[in-house]
């Protein structure tokens, strides 16, 4: 009888061994197009994930002097995928994007990167 007990409970903890966690940490990448842009140039930045979970958005956040300026979600999701950065709300100097993967915080994400970028509200030489 005790063999028997033994092999049930091996069999049980070999099956949670077995089944893939969702929630397992996903990589999230992060890369600007243009590390510095003026006004008149467009600039976004490239996400990139080490999986994809069906039904699972990717959220952004455009932070700058410590103010959230944009929190926006995109439900089509792919390996890798590019946001728009759209100047005309933000003010010139150093701004963060934070992309998350799932919930748009960090203790709840599947995954989160962040970069951060120079904006110059002057046109570029090329416009002048």
Do not use: R, W
């Not at 243009?34 to 979970?53: A, F, G, M, W």
């Not at 150093?94 to 046109?123: A, M, R, W």
């Amino acid at each position: 009888m005790k063999p028997v007990f033994l092999i049930a409970i091996v069999a049980v903890a070999m099956i949670g061994v077995m089944v893939p966690s969702s929630f397992a940490q996903i990589e999230v990448t992060v890369t600007p197009h243009k590390e510095s842009h003026q006004i008149d140039e467009p600039n976004y930045v490239t996400v990139k994930l080490s999986k994809v979970i069906p039904n699972t958005n990717v959220c952004y956040q455009i932070i700058q002097n410590g103010d959230i300026q944009l929190t926006d979600t995109y439900n089509d999701v792919y390996p890798s995928s590019m946001i728009q950065i759209d100047p005309n709300y933000l003010d010139a100097g150093k701004y963060t994007v934070h992309v998350f993967y799932g919930s748009c915080d960090l203790e709840n994400s599947f995954g989160n990167d962040s970069t951060q970028i120079i904006f110059d509200k002057e046109p570029s030489n090329l416009a002048k």
